[in-house]
């Protein structure tokens, strides 16, 4: 007897990035693009994009419970407190990305945050810069790298003291906080 040949597997849904992993097809599906509000919420974000600039987004995903707890749960008071022990703790980390550079911005950038409660705290820095709604792209040559509005938001985040906030990095944070929706228009996970 001859048993039937099984049903064909159903074709995986179409998603902007991150198919075939199931982190980044999280990440894809309820995370990215969704607003992100509160400083250290945003802080955080600002941290891992700053990590990223330079490698695939997925290398940082994959290390972000490492870097929560290599630095306090993004905890601007707690980061901002910081010393050298602690940076040759963290360059010792084989948990997290080991550069000096993005480890020494992210504990200057928690005390930039910290700096910016007495004018309004870090979110509401960056969410004044959320460009009005665009059409939505409809492939990924449509999705820029950089925007005028990133172009500015870098610029006073730099102004308050952050650093590894250039327009890329900031219109990354953009995109995966919220602040504008780069779903392609056919996905699914667009708002």
Request: with cysteine; charged share 25%.
């Amino acid at each position: 007897m001859t048993l039937p040949d099984p049903p064909p597997a159903e074709p995986a849904p179409f998603r902007c990035f991150g198919t075939g992993d199931p982190l980044y097809e999280a990440y894809h599906d309820t995370e990215w693009g969704r607003p992100v509000h509160g400083d250290r919420e945003l802080y955080e974000r600002l941290s891992l994009e700053a990590f990223q600039s330079g490698l695939s987004w997925i290398t940082v995903l994959r290390r972000r419970e490492t870097f929560r707890t290599a630095f306090a749960g993004f905890d601007p008071e707690a980061v901002a407190g910081f010393d050298d022990e602690d940076v040759a703790r963290l360059m010792a980390d084989p948990g997290i990305i080991r550069n000096r550079l993005k480890v020494e911005a992210v504990i200057a950038n928690a005390r930039a945050v910290v700096a910016l409660r007495a004018s309004g705290g870090l979110s509401e820095l960056v969410w004044s810069h959320a460009p009005a709604p665009r059409p939505a792209p409809l492939t990924p040559d449509d999705v820029p790298g950089s925007t005028p509005e990133s172009a500015a938001l870098a610029k006073a985040l730099k102004a308050a003291g952050l650093r590894f906030v250039g327009p890329t990095t900031a219109y990354a944070t953009m995109q995966a906080c919220g602040l504008v929706d780069d779903h392609l228009a056919h996905c699914p996970a667009r708002r």
